[in-house]
Nanobody, 124 residues
Framework: QVQLVESGGGLVQAGGSLRLSCGVS????????LGWFRQAPGKEREFISG????????YYKDSLKGRFTISRDNAKNTLYLQMNNLKPEDTAVYYC?????????????????WGQGTQVTVSS
Protein backbone atom coordinates (compact mmCIF):
# COMPACT_ATOMS: atom_id res chain seq x y z
CA GLN A 1 0.00 0.00 0.00
CA VAL A 2 1.47 3.31 -1.12
CA GLN A 3 1.56 5.97 1.55
CA LEU A 4 3.04 9.44 1.77
CA VAL A 5 2.58 10.95 5.20
CA GLU A 6 3.56 14.52 5.94
CA SER A 7 4.44 15.75 9.41
CA GLY A 8 6.09 18.70 11.09
CA GLY A 9 3.54 21.37 10.35
CA GLY A 10 2.15 23.67 12.98
CA LEU A 11 1.82 27.23 14.19
CA VAL A 12 4.92 29.40 14.18
CA GLN A 13 5.61 33.11 14.49
CA ALA A 14 6.96 35.07 11.56
CA GLY A 15 10.70 34.65 11.33
CA GLY A 16 10.57 31.18 12.79
CA SER A 17 11.44 27.83 11.26
CA LEU A 18 9.80 24.50 10.64
CA ARG A 19 11.04 21.25 9.18
CA LEU A 20 8.50 19.20 7.29
CA SER A 21 8.95 15.49 6.76
CA CYS A 22 7.26 13.15 4.33
CA GLY A 23 7.48 9.47 5.16
CA VAL A 24 7.13 7.21 2.16
CA SER A 25 6.15 3.56 2.01
CA UNK A 26 4.88 1.08 -0.54
CA UNK A 27 7.29 1.85 -3.35
CA UNK A 28 11.01 2.20 -4.03
CA UNK A 29 11.52 5.84 -3.14
CA UNK A 30 14.94 6.06 -4.80
CA UNK A 31 13.26 5.54 -8.18
CA UNK A 32 11.08 8.61 -7.83
CA UNK A 33 11.47 12.34 -8.05
CA LEU A 34 9.93 13.91 -4.96
CA GLY A 35 8.47 17.31 -4.38
CA TRP A 36 6.63 19.70 -2.12
CA PHE A 37 3.51 21.64 -3.00
CA ARG A 38 1.39 24.02 -1.01
CA GLN A 39 -2.12 25.39 -1.19
CA ALA A 40 -3.12 28.55 0.60
CA PRO A 41 -6.77 29.34 1.34
CA GLY A 42 -8.54 30.49 -1.79
CA LYS A 43 -5.54 29.80 -4.00
CA GLU A 44 -4.46 27.06 -6.36
CA ARG A 45 -1.95 24.47 -5.31
CA GLU A 46 1.57 25.48 -6.30
CA PHE A 47 4.77 23.54 -6.83
CA ILE A 48 7.39 24.94 -4.49
CA SER A 49 10.31 22.51 -4.50
CA GLY A 50 11.49 19.26 -6.03
CA UNK A 51 14.42 16.87 -5.74
CA UNK A 52 15.62 14.21 -8.12
CA UNK A 53 16.15 10.53 -7.40
CA UNK A 54 19.42 10.82 -5.52
CA UNK A 55 19.29 14.50 -4.73
CA UNK A 56 21.60 15.57 -7.52
CA UNK A 57 19.11 18.09 -8.84
CA UNK A 58 16.75 20.42 -7.02
CA TYR A 59 14.08 22.93 -7.97
CA TYR A 60 12.74 25.87 -5.97
CA LYS A 61 10.07 28.40 -6.65
CA ASP A 62 12.02 31.60 -7.20
CA SER A 63 10.49 33.50 -4.31
CA LEU A 64 11.49 30.75 -1.87
CA LYS A 65 15.14 30.38 -2.81
CA GLY A 66 17.36 31.02 0.16
CA ARG A 67 14.65 30.33 2.73
CA PHE A 68 13.55 26.77 1.93
CA THR A 69 15.80 23.73 1.54
CA ILE A 70 14.66 20.38 0.22
CA SER A 71 16.47 17.14 0.98
CA ARG A 72 15.85 13.43 1.00
CA ASP A 73 17.13 10.35 2.78
CA ASN A 74 16.40 7.34 0.62
CA ALA A 75 17.64 4.98 3.31
CA LYS A 76 14.94 6.33 5.63
CA ASN A 77 12.35 6.70 2.85
CA THR A 78 11.88 10.30 3.89
CA LEU A 79 11.65 13.66 2.16
CA TYR A 80 12.31 16.88 4.05
CA LEU A 81 11.65 20.58 3.67
CA GLN A 82 13.50 22.96 5.95
CA MET A 83 11.68 26.28 6.05
CA ASN A 84 13.42 29.29 7.60
CA ASN A 85 12.43 32.90 8.10
CA LEU A 86 8.81 32.00 7.65
CA LYS A 87 6.34 34.68 6.62
CA PRO A 88 2.57 34.91 7.04
CA GLU A 89 2.21 34.36 3.28
CA ASP A 90 3.77 30.91 3.74
CA THR A 91 0.59 29.84 5.53
CA ALA A 92 -0.82 26.90 3.60
CA VAL A 93 -1.38 23.19 3.57
CA TYR A 94 1.85 21.55 2.43
CA TYR A 95 1.79 18.35 0.41
CA CYS A 96 4.48 15.96 -0.73
CA UNK A 97 4.30 14.07 -4.00
CA UNK A 98 6.25 11.44 -5.92
CA UNK A 99 6.78 11.05 -9.64
CA UNK A 100 8.18 8.00 -11.41
CA UNK A 101 9.02 9.80 -14.64
CA UNK A 102 9.79 13.10 -16.27
CA UNK A 103 11.96 16.04 -15.25
CA UNK A 104 11.52 17.82 -11.93
CA UNK A 105 9.73 20.70 -13.63
CA UNK A 106 7.01 18.32 -14.79
CA UNK A 107 6.31 16.94 -11.34
CA UNK A 108 3.00 18.83 -11.03
CA UNK A 109 1.60 16.83 -13.95
CA UNK A 110 3.54 13.59 -13.62
CA UNK A 111 3.05 12.95 -9.90
CA UNK A 112 1.86 9.42 -9.26
CA UNK A 113 1.31 9.68 -5.51
CA TRP A 114 0.30 12.42 -3.09
CA GLY A 115 0.24 12.86 0.65
CA GLN A 116 -2.71 14.18 2.63
CA GLY A 117 -1.02 17.40 3.64
CA THR A 118 0.12 19.15 6.80
CA GLN A 119 -1.00 22.60 7.89
CA VAL A 120 1.55 25.35 8.32
CA THR A 121 0.34 28.57 9.90
CA VAL A 122 2.62 31.57 10.29
CA SER A 123 1.41 34.32 12.57
CA SER A 124 2.51 37.93 12.20
Amino acid sequence: QVQLVESGGGLVQAGGSLRLSCGVSGFTVSAYNLGWFRQAPGKEREFISGISWFGESTYYKDSLKGRFTISRDNAKNTLYLQMNNLKPEDTAVYYCAASRSGPLSALPVTANYWGQGTQVTVSS
